[in-house]
């Protein structure tokens, strides 16, 4: 199933969120979306705040628990089996649990050099620049290859 979403559709359990336009989000700047262990009832998404705090919010009861904090206010998140995936700065890092970032590589981006949205699908990270230029990124190396202009406007 394509995991890339723009804008952003109801919420679901097989759905990943790239950067919430729902207003309980307002404060968010990036989820992510998956199901939790199987003695938990309902949804937990990865969330980082625009003060950097990096956690999970339970979707069905709305607490947020905190597990870190990150070094930047990520614009996206992207996920592909358990690693979660941002990128910034011309820059692409995989992201742990904590929201502690390891540089993957240089991303190569037009624009202002960070990701508008990521998305992805099994086996493929994609993202949008700030000239809504479509990328895929190679996530073992943070290479971003142009797929071209999606004539969306970021505003």
């Known amino acids: 199933m394509n995991k890339f979403y723009y804008p952003i559709p109801a919420v679901t359990p ?35 705040t625009s003060s950097n705090q990096f956690g999970v919010i339970n979707l069905s009861t709305g607490v947020f628990t905190q597990t870190g904090t990150t070094s930047f206010a990520f614009g996206a998140l992207a996920e592909i089996g358990n690693t979660l995936y941002t990128g910034g700065d011309n820059e692409f890092y995989s992201v742990s649990g904590t929201g502690a970032t390891t540089s993957i590589g240089p991303s190569s981006l037009g624009g202002d050099g960070f990701y508008w949205d990521l998305g992805s699908t099994a086996n493929t990270v994609y993202g949008l620049d700030s000239n809504s230029t479509l990328y895929s990124i190679n996530t073992s190396t943070g290479a971003s290859t142009s797929i071209g202009g999606t004539g969306m406007s970021q505003t």
């Open 14 to 48: 097989k759905r990943r969120l790239l950067r919430s336009t729902i207003p309980l989000f307002a404060l968010l700047s990036a989820v992510v979306v998956r199901p939790v262990a199987a003695s938990n009832i309902g949804l937990s998404a990865y969330e980082v």
